[in-house]
């Protein structure tokens, strides 16, 4: 037998003795009679924050361009999950609950760049919960190009996330 085994037997052994031997203690106590006053009232809680799909809204200016990256600094909500990753895609969202949430993405190959065929890729990526009374605000920005090798950074601002209702992820694609 395997010593890590043995280990688990002699601790399952201690904990059912220990057990056994609070049973007549049990028996001995007297139980405590209801009281008849009413608990206090728990004071009410605030009502949670709705939460939302966050999608990027870039469009392409023509079938020859592509999003490649984004690098952004959202203030105003806090990313509870990161609904899923484009194919060939890398996201890190950190910062959550510490009033500015950083949203990283990039292509890891140039067949990954999200392409006017592939705009479902870069639909409901986050769920968030927005944070009451903080306006929405984006810096950063977000790195297009063309499969030629041109590439434009476009400087983001709040137009460029596109928010929707929604309690959790959708369901994964395909």
């Known amino acids: 037998m395997r010593i890590w085994r043995l280990s688990i037997l002699a601790l399952l052994m201690a904990a059912t003795a220990a057990c056994d031997g609070q049973k007549g203690d049990r028996k001995a106590e007297a139980p405590t009679p209801p009281t008849s006053q009413a608990?206090?009232?728990?004071?009410?809680?605030?009502?949670?924050?709705?939460?939302?799909?966050?999608?990027?809204?870039?469009?392409?200016?023509n079938t020859n361009q592509?999003?490649?990256?984004?690098d952004l600094e959202v203030s105003g909500l806090d990313v509870l999950a990161v609904c899923h990753v484009p194919p060939g895609w890398t996201i890190n969202a950190t910062g959550a609950g510490e009033g500015v949430t950083e949203l990283k993405g990039q292509a890891t190959v140039g067949a990954a760049y999200v392409s006017l065929d592939d705009m479902q890729d870069i639909a409901g990526l986050f769920l968030v919960r927005v944070r009451p009374n903080e306006p929405l605000?984006?810096?950063?920005?977000?790195?297009?190009?063309?499969?030629?090798?041109?590439?434009?950074?476009?400087?983001?601002?709040?137009?460029?996330?596109?928010?929707?209702?929604?309690?959790?992820?959708?369901?994964?694609?395909?």
């Open 39 to 61: 608990a206090p009232a728990a004071p009410p809680q605030p009502a949670a924050q709705p939460t939302e799909l966050v999608s990027l809204a870039w469009r392409p200016a």
């Open 66 to 70: 592509n999003l490649q990256a984004f």
């Open 137 to 174: 605000a984006v810096r950063g920005g977000i790195t297009t190009g063309t499969y030629d090798g041109d590439q434009t950074e476009i400087r983001a601002t709040p137009a460029l996330l596109r928010r929707e209702t929604a309690d959790r992820c959708p369901p994964p694609k395909g």
